[in-house]
């Protein structure tokens, strides 16, 4: 007899099949890296996160191998029972040190710190103010936490100045992604600073991909803006090339959050090798300011390369967006470029809104320009099939 969750599992693929949503998985044969094997073959890689190029670091595995020596491998517990580590600490009195903050408290992943802070922070009679573009695990982190949660117009600071003025509650909370991870645009982050402080709510920024990449030290865009979050949120599996997540603030928000957020109380703790992989990423982040000059002159030429091709392209961040519409035309788009060893993989629902699949092109610092030029000219003839748009650009320049 055939199985119910079985049959259950196969009318679902067929659904999402007949859309053109249905996903694949695909092996690296290699290291992360601008240049990867897949399936038997070299591509140049534009679809990771890992901007700096610190995925297959030397100093980073180092580092990383000299702890799993040290360590071992895994946890073993929560940090709550005995899965916290002197590794565990040090990264995180590293990364408080980094982001300017009393502490900072480390979550296995940005979706689980997330979920985590949202749901030990809000509860019933509170309210969460949420960008419409946010990432999925502010999100999820939203209607967890049982607070009524108020979608704002992207990057709309009028907007969402009205909608505060119409929803009182007991604890109310913004939310935003510092950048937009499909777009690549910023968050107004110093006019919704000022809001939150005249109007007595806190501010939530998540950081994920401006780890690394934005502002002069690279810890993001609240050191370019000159704001100061009551919570911030940032990544260690984007910018710093490892995996894991933290939470830079107050001791009392640290000391709260490990004594009740459940995706850090019930979960094992990262692996310690990782941390200590993570502080040696972090500190080439602070001690080699050409990774980031490298990274922002990529940026530079795609964009530029990007508009001469009628495509309206920001020099916001590493991420930009080349937007087709439907998904068959994303993925035969992303097709046409792999069959020239160019991997740029297709964005569809319901990672992006429906009618906006996309090409998303996320850029390292270890890209050629050679490389980015060879992506211009895949990209030419996909104009040259039909016009191609990008993300509309950020209005404030103040991330500059
Ligand atoms: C990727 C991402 C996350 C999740 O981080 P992981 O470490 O991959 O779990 C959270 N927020 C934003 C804005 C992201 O882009």
């Known amino acids: ?87 565990h600490q040090s990264l995180e009195r590293a990364l408080a040190r980094f982001e300017g903050t009393e502490a900072a408290l480390l979550f296995n992943s940005g979706y689980a710190a997330n979920v985590g802070v949202l749901s030990a922070l809000l509860g019933p009679g509170d309210v969460v103010f949420s960008d419409a573009l946010n990432h999925a695990s502010l999100i999820d982190g939203c209607r967890l936490a049982k607070a009524a949660v108020v979608v704002y117009p992207h990057r709309d600071v009028p907007a969402l100045a009205v909608l505060v003025a119409g929803h009182p ?8 992604d510092a950048v937009f991870s499909m777009d690549g645009d910023v968050a107004p982050l110093a006019a919704l600073s000022a809001l939150c402080r005249r109007e ?16 002069a030290r690279g810890a993001g865009l609240c050191e370019a803006t000159g704001v100061t979050p009551d919570v911030l949120m940032g990544t260690l599996s984007k910018g710093l090339g490892c995996v894991g997540a933290y939470v830079a603030g107050s001791a009392a928000l640290r000391e709260l959050l490990f004594n009740r957020a459940r995706s850090l ?7 310690p090798a990782m941390c200590a992989a993570a502080e040696a990423a972090l500190a080439r982040v602070q001690q080699d300011a050409s990774l980031r000059e490298r990274l922002w002159r990529n ?12 495509v309206d392209a920001h020099e916001d961040s590493a991420v930009f967006s080349v937007i087709l519409g439907e998904p ?65 650009p950020s209005l404030r320049p103040e991330a500059r």
């Open 299 to 310: 940026i530079r030429h795609l964009a530029r390369g990007l508009r001469a091709l009628g």
């Open 328 to 392: 068959e035309r994303a993925v035969a788009a992303s097709q046409r470029l792999r069959e020239q060893g160019l991997l740029v993989k297709p964005i569809r629902p319901p990672t992006v809104p429906v009618g906006t699949s996309r090409l998303r092109i996320a850029l390292s610092a270890a890209h050629e320009v050679a490389e980015l030029d060879l992506l211009l000219a895949g990209l030419a003839a996909e104009v040259a099939r039909a016009p191609l748009h990008g993300a509309p």
């Open 1 to 87: 007899m055939s199985s119910p969750v079985d049959s259950w599992a196969e009318d679902e693929l067929r659904a999402l099949d007949a859309k053109g949503l249905r996903r694949h998985l695909e092996p690296l044969e290699s290291p992360q890296g601008p240049r990867i094997r897949v399936g038997g073959r070299e591509y140049i890689n534009f679809s990771s996160n890992d901007y700096l190029g610190l995925a297959n670091d030397g100093a980073v595995r180092v580092a990383a191998e000299a702890a799993l020596r040290r360590h071992g491998v895994g946890a073993g517990a929560s940090r709550l029972i005995v899965g916290d580590s002197t590794a």
């Open 200 to 215: 007595g709510l806190g501010l939530l920024v998540d950081e994920a991909h401006a780890t690394g990449v934005l502002g």
């Open 265 to 271: 109380v019930f979960s094992t703790a990262l692996p």
């Open 169 to 176: 509650g007991r604890r109310r909370l913004v939310v935003t």
